[in-house]
């Protein structure tokens, strides 16, 4: 038997496993069905996530507005010579899909801490600030400031276009291994009181 008639034989017996019929439409219905129904779902599934991921998403909440993101507009990533702008999602979200997913479900307490009015006041809001800074700065160090990465690193730096205190202390944390968030701790967003009186105070992660 040659090979083309095998193949052929092959295929009709697939294309009958295809046709026949289930309870009411074919196996061949189904699996098109099936695809383009998960096609719609994975579409719908990662707009929406998209949604989600904008700094006007991210700043609809109260909280948000009226604390660190005014913060944020005086800070260098908001305006700056270049006219570069890192966003909120920039930040605080990996680019990458599978982490991403991972800090969305994370990102659920936030909602249920927002029913809840847990720092829906100024006065609330600076009584969590450092606990939240360094659930923050935690998450940063332990990923290697990841999403910090995504625009700065070590290895694409002309260290002879920056300030003689830049030079050193980037050179120097490079040869310690240190990270972004071990010392551009503020940057975006106001310190908490207690940090600024005694910065081991981020040394407690608990």
């Given at each position: 038997m040659s090979v083309y008639k095998k193949t052929k034989d092959t295929l009709q017996v697939v294309w009958t496993f295809l046709k026949?019929?289930?309870?009411k439409y074919s196996l061949g219905t189904l699996l098109v069905v099936g695809f383009i129904s998960g096609i719609i779902f994975w579409g719908g599934f990662n707009t929406a996530m998209e949604m989600t991921n904008t700094q006007e998403f991210c700043i609809s909440c109260h909280e948000m507005r009226v604390n660190v993101y005014e913060e944020y507009k005086d800070s260098?990533?908001?305006?700056?010579?270049?006219?570069v702008r890192a966003t909120c999602p920039d930040c605080h979200v990996p680019?990458?899909?599978?982490?991403?997913?991972?800090?969305?479900?994370?990102?659920?307490?936030?909602?249920?801490?927002?029913?809840?009015?847990?720092i829906?006041?100024?006065e609330k809001f600076e009584k969590k600030r450092l606990k939240m800074a360094r659930s923050v700065w935690k998450e940063m160090k332990a990923t290697d400031s990841r999403e910090c990465r995504n625009c700065h690193d070590y290895e694409s730096m002309d260290y002879t276009e920056q300030g003689r205190r830049s030079m050193q202390q980037h050179s120097k944390g490079l040869d310690e291994g240190k990270?972004?968030?071990d010392c551009h701790k503020g940057i975006a967003h106001s310190l908490p009181a207690m940090y600024e009186v005694d910065p081991s105070a981020a040394v407690n992660t608990k």
């Open positions: 026949k019929p289930t309870a260098i990533h908001y305006t700056n010579r270049t006219g680019k990458e899909w599978a982490y991403k997913v991972v800090r969305k479900i994370k990102a659920t307490n936030e909602l249920f801490h927002k029913v809840l009015g847990t829906d006041t100024p990270t972004c968030i």
